[in-house]
């Protein structure tokens, strides 16, 4: 699964450009970098609006109009991939409001005496990069006006993340691919194609601090590296 990611680079100039947004569908001014970005919190998403894509606030954990209350959203944080068209939560928003979710790395814990500890996958360069993502934006009974949320599509992992978890987000790995999730009457063959782990040595691992362990930390501290941990001779880091 995905349970928590970062975007933390602080231009967002440069955010937009690898994310291929025009210049008037550059973030807002409420940009601002997240070391640790949790379920139920607010980040941003890339759709396609008219052969253009629009960067927008949305809440992670995806709430459709039929549910009954917007705590449905923390059980819809991931969707997995063989199961998109299956499961009524992701099957309207599979065929028309897909999404890419800006990121440039998420967490996955190994467990060591009772105590989590974090792992934090990125790139090498450390590049902003792309999950695969769905969306919704409903209104709910009682409430005055829509809200728009997301859920991150997982799928098998590759070998780094295997060492760790056996699932892990879908990446978009280049502009062709964002280009094909995002087109509108895309095919669910294509789609389903670009569903697939990232390539062995697009991500590395590091172990990192565990202040990542609770939502209220959200700052550079929390990717400091964390000290030497005895099993980590068994894993890819």
């Known amino acids: 699964m995905c ?8 231009n967002a100039d440069w955010v937009a450009a690898q994310l291929g947004l025009e210049r008037d569908q550059l973030f807002e001014e409420t940009y601002t970098p997240r070391w640790n970005i949790a ?49 009524r939560p992701y099957r309207e928003a599979f065929g028309s409001t897909r999404c890419v979710v800006p990121a440039d790395g998420f967490f996955e814990w190994t467990v060591d005496n009772g105590q989590r500890l974090p792992i934090w996958f990125h790139r090498p360069d450390r590049r ?9 934006s409903a209104r709910l009974s009682g409430e005055a006006e829509a809200t728009t949320t997301f859920t991150i599509i997982t799928t098998l992992p590759n070998a780094t993340v295997a060492a760790v978890h056996d699932r892990m987000p879908v990446i978009l790995t ?6 094909e999730w995002l ?12 569903l ?11 172990a990192v601090s565990t202040r990542v362990n609770s939502v209220a930390n959200d700052d550079p501290a929390c990717l ?14």
């Open 3 to 10: 349970g928590r990611f970062t975007l933390t680079e602080e």
């Open 39 to 87: 379920p139920m919190q607010p980040s941003w998403i890339v759709t396609a609006e008219q052969e253009a894509r629009r960067a927008r606030l949305a809440t992670w954990g995806l709430v459709n109009w039929f549910e009954s209350s917007r705590r449905a959203g923390a059980k819809h944080i991931n969707a997995r991939a063989e199961t998109l068209e299956t499961r």
């Open 128 to 136: 902003v990069f792309g999950f695969a993502g769905l969306y919704a």
């Open 174 to 179: 280049d502009e062709t691919a964002i280009d």
């Open 183 to 194: 087109y509108p009457k895309q095919s669910p063959e294509r789609l389903h194609r670009l």
């Open 196 to 206: 697939s782990p990232a390539p062995d040595g697009f991500l590395q691992a590091i």
């Open 224 to 237: 400091d590296p964390a000290p030497p941990r005895p099993q980590q001779g068994a894993l890819p880091f």
